[in-house]
C-alpha cells in the first residue's frame, strides 16, 4: 500500500475524530475526572462507603469514555509520524497498516458509543427479568436470560448486582432483578426491554415436545440520588413480607423485605436482597426512581419519534428477539434482522452484536423519523 493511501486513511480517521471529541464531550469529562480525582485523595473520603463507591463507579464510567478517545488521538499522531518515515525504514508498512487497522475499528467503537447521547444513556442499568407463558419453560428460560446479562456484564467489566430474585418451586425463577454498572450500561442494555421468545425440545416435557415460552426484560436507569424524582409518598403502597430463598440456612426468618407499589402508573418493585430492612426499603426506592423516570424518558422519546415502539406485551408476534435451539440454533432480532447462529454462545454473554445494532437501527429510525 502506497503511504498516500495510508496517509488518506489517517487523515479520514482526524476527521471522524474531531466530532467525537464534542460527542463524548472530552474536555468536559476531563474536567469531571480531575475533580472526582482531587475528592478521592481527601482524608474522610470513605467515612461514606456508599457515596464513596458511587464516585468511584462514576470515575470507572467516565475513564471508559475518556481512555478510549484519548488513545485514538494520540495513536492517530503517532501514525501519521510514522508514515512521513517509512521512506527511511519501508520494512515498517506492515506494522504500520496493522495498527491503522486497530485504530479504525477502535475508532468505529468509539462512533457506536457517541451514539449513546440519552440523557440517562451513561447511567448503570436496572434490568429485571419476568417469566411469561411456558409453564416452567418460561420459569427456566427467564432465568437462562439473567444469566446471559451477567455474563455479558462480567464479560465486559461490569459489575452486577442481583437486588431481588424470586425462585419457582419447579424450576428457574418467578422474576428477579440486576443492577449492572459500568460505562453507559443503561445505553447499551435499554434496548433489551421486550419480550424473548424461546423454542426448543423442553426438558420438562416427557414426550419430548418441543415448546415455545416467553420471558420479558424491562430495563430503566440507576440514576443517582441527586436527580430530582417527584414521586408523592401518599401515592405509594409499602408492603413488608419475608424474602423467598433457596431453602434452609437460606431462608430470611425476618420480615425484611420490601415491595412497593406506585399506584398512580401500577409500577411494582421489590427487594429481598439484604437481611436489614433499612437497606431494601432504600434500594426498593431507588429502583421506584428509576422506573418513573425510565417513563417520562420514554415520553420525551416519542415526542422526538425517535424511540421503536416495542413494549413489553406478551404472546406471539410480540417478541424482539427469538432463540431457537430447535430445529436448528440461532438466535435472531426481529427489529434489526441481525442473527447470530451459536445459541450457546450468545446464552453465554455474546450480545455485543445485538447491542450495536439496535443502536445503528435506531439512529437510522431517528434520522427517518
Known amino acids: 500500500m502506497s503511504d498516500s493511501n495510508l496517509s488518506k486513511r489517517i487523515e479520514d480517521i482526524r476527521v471522524r475524530l474531531a466530532p467525537l471529541r464534542d460527542g463524548l464531550d472530552y474536555a468536559g469529562k476531563l474536567q469531571e475526572i480531575a475533580l472526582l480525582e482531587e475528592t478521592m485523595v481527601r482524608p474522610d473520603f470513605w467515612d461514606q462507603s456508599d457515596k464513596a463507591q458511587q464516585v468511584v463507579q462514576k470515575l470507572k464510567s467516565l475513564k471508559g469514555v475518556v481512555e478510549p478517545l484519548k488513545h485514538a488521538i494520540h495513536a492517530c ?17 506492515e506494522e504500520v497498516t496493522s495498527e491503522l487497522q486497530q485504530l479504525e475499528s477502535s475508532v468505529e467503537q468509539l462512533e457506536l458509543q457517541a451514539l449513546l447521547n440519552g440523557p440517562n444513556d451513561s447511567c448503570g442499568a436496572i434490568l429485571s427479568v419476568h417469566a411469561r407463558e411456558g409453564g416452567l419453560d418460561a420459569n427456566d428460560w427467564a432465568e437462562m ?13 461490569y459489575s452486577a448486582e442481583i437486588v431481588d430474585r424470586s425462585d419457582n418451586e419447579g424450576a428457574g425463577i418467578t422474576q428477579a432483578t440486576i443492577i449492572i454498572r459500568g460505562p ?25 415436545k418441543r415448546q415455545t415460552s416467553f420471558a420479558a426484560v424491562d430495563v430503566s436507569p440507576e440514576i443517582e440520588d441527586s436527580v ?28 425484611s423485605a420490601i415491595r412497593l ?18 437497606k431494601n426499603r432504600s434500594q426498593a ?5 428509576a422506573r418513573l423516570a425510565r417513563i417520562e424518558e420514554e415520553k420525551r422519546e416519542a415526542e422526538m419519534a425517535a424511540k421503536y415502539q416495542n413494549k413489553t406485551v ?23 434482522g441481525f442473527q447470530m447462529g451459536s445459541f450457546h454462545a450468545v446464552l453465554g454473554g455474546d450480545i455485543q452484536g445485538f447491542l450495536e445494532a439496535f443502536l445503528k437501527y435506531r439512529m437510522v429510525n431517528a434520522t427517518e423519523s
Not at 453507559?184 to 419430548?208: C, D, Q
Not at 430530582?228 to 409499602?238: A, L, M, Q
Not at 426506592?285 to 426512581?289: D, F, H, Q, V
Not at 406478551?314 to 434489526?336: A, E, W
Open 77 to 93: 499522531n503517532d501514525l501519521a509520524e510514522l508514515v512521513e518515515m517509512l521512506e527511511e525504514d519501508p520494512g515498517a508498512e
Open 145 to 157: 436470560l439473567l444469566g446471559m446479562y451477567a455474563a455479558w456484564a462480567q464479560q465486559n467489566g
Open 184 to 208: 453507559f450500561a443503561y445505553g447499551y442494555l435499554k434496548g433489551e426491554e421486550g419480550i424473548h421468545r424461546l423454542v426448543r425440545i423442553s426438558p420438562y416435557n416427557a414426550e419430548g
Open 228 to 255: 430530582e424524582v417527584e414521586i408523592d409518598e401518599k401515592d405509594v403502597r409499602e408492603d413488608v413480607f419475608r424474602a423467598s430463598g433457596a431453602g434452609g440456612q437460606h431462608v430470611n426468618k425476618t420480615s
Open 261 to 278: 407499589t406506585h399506584m398512580p402508573t401500577g409500577i411494582v418493585v421489590q427487594c429481598q436482597n439484604d437481611r436489614s430492612q433499612h
Open 285 to 289: 426506592w431507588k429502583m421506584l426512581r
Open 314 to 336: 406478551t404472546g406471539f408476534g410480540s417478541q424482539i428477539r427469538n432463540y431457537f435451539l430447535h430445529p436448528d440454533q440461532r438466535v435472531k432480532d426481529s427489529r434489526t
